[in-house]
């Protein structure tokens, strides 16, 4: 019987186009196991429910949205749809077989936000760093001096360059949404974007448990409310500490009209 790794490695290869699920089934996104085993999966709603199901409540028609480490970009293109024509996304992504995949989904998608694609890493500042490609999928790449025991090992390792969310804010329209998943470096991330922070966008953030005390005292002292954003709507309630599938979110974009 195959394991799990084994199964990942054989596959790789194959890239399949698949749709989104309902309510994103006008989307489609070309996938391979190089983002995960999930993705082969009958239906692609069971790849990360949670996430999609974020995507359909904290986007709205005409949102600018940030999705900082795209992987293969099914948040994206589910909020490409949620955002509508007159929206927008940044996928932002280092690893160069993604973003070939990304901008092939980004190509083959019409009539919702268009999906620009940054092949770049986001810091704590401008500059270069070492990108670790890992050996089980592409999903579990990280920075240097990051990652977590998901990799299985390390294939190669390249260099890319770093940019911060406050340099992106001088070269693309601020955010409504930001969604955050860099293997581990979600405190670099969160560190240089105080002034895209300022402006107190949704934030959506895969947190490490080791950082999740520094993440939760953050982005409480910037004026966000944080939830589990694996909970339903109805059973969320504010923690202090940021959970691992972290929602913030700030009075004032509560406030704005659906």
Same mark, same amino acid.
């Given at each position: ?28 996104? *070309? ?51 949620? +955002? ?22 980004? +190509? ?20 270069? +760093? ?93 004026? *966000?409310?944080? *939830? ?31």
């Amino acid at each position: 019987m195959l394991t799990r790794t084994a199964l990942e490695r054989m596959t790789h290869r194959f890239v399949m186009r698949r749709h989104l699920p309902t309510p994103f089934d006008a989307a489609r996104i *070309y996938v391979s196991t190089e983002g995960g085993l999930r993705y082969l999966r009958p239906s692609l709603g069971s790849a990360d429910p949670a996430l999609l199901r974020l995507a359909a409540e904290v986007v709205r028609p005409g949102d600018v949205i940030w999705d900082i480490g795209a992987n293969l970009g099914l948040f994206s293109f589910a909020a490409a749809v949620t +955002a509508g024509p007159s929206g927008r996304v940044l996928a932002v992504e280092p690893d160069a077989l993604l973003v070939r995949m990304l901008r092939r989904s980004a +190509a083959a998608n019409h009539g919702h936000a268009p999906v620009e694609v940054l092949p770049v890493a986001v810091a704590d500042d401008v500059g270069v +760093a070492r990108f670790h490609i890992a050996r089980r999928n592409r999903s579990t790449s990280h920075l240097d001096g990051f990652g977590t025991s998901q990799t299985g090992g390390i294939r190669a390792t390249e260099l890319v360059p770093t940019v911060t969310l406050d340099w992106l804010a001088a070269h693309f329209p601020m955010p409504g949404v930001v969604k955050i998943d860099v293997e581990a470096a979600e405190l670099k991330v969160l560190a240089g974007g105080a002034a895209v922070l300022g402006t107190l966008p949704t934030i959506i953030c895969e947190v490490a448990a080791d950082n999740a005390a520094a993440a939760g005292d953050l982005l409480t002292a910037r004026g *966000y409310t944080l *939830y589990d954003g694996q909970q339903q709507t109805a059973r969320r309630i504010p923690v202090a500490v940021a959970p691992a599938e972290t929602l913030a979110i700030s009075d004032r974009r509560s406030a704005l009209p659906h």
